[in-house]
């Protein structure tokens, strides 16, 4: 079965699908002035749109993985996502506290979904 990868770079690539099922890179914020909540808020929109591409939505979610910069923004993580998972759909999920790539970065997500 083949494997198409969307966004493709020299390090990595946003998106592979195979099989039905859809990888997202970690998704981070490129506004990182931004508290916790706007960049929750741009990081989601990011999955939206990957996910959009990919044939799905977050409905279809099969897993999340969530890495906060510091634990104390778990609250105001929790907040934006739960304005944005789909009711009745919430993914099973882990979070953790761990040092991110840059500084600045607050949140980071990985996604794994189902095509429509």
């Known amino acids: 079965m083949s494997v198409q990868r969307l966004h493709v770079g020299k390090r990595l690539s946003e998106v592979a699908i195979h099989n039905g099922t859809v990888y997202l890179a970690g998704q ?3 506004d990182t002035a931004q508290n916790i909540e706007g960049q929750t808020r741009e990081v989601l929109g990011h999955i939206d749109r990957l996910l959009a591409e990919a044939g799905s939505d977050k409905s279809k979610i099969l897993s999340c993985q969530i890495f906060l910069a510091d634990v104390k923004d ?3 993580m929790n907040a934006v996502w739960d304005e944005w998972v789909a009711q009745g759909n919430a993914p099973p999920r882990a979070t953790v506290e761990s040092k991110l790539a840059r500084p600045e970065l607050l949140v980071e997500i990985i996604i794994v979904a189902a095509q429509k």
């Open 74 to 76: 778990f609250a105001g």
């Open 28 to 30: 981070i914020a490129e």
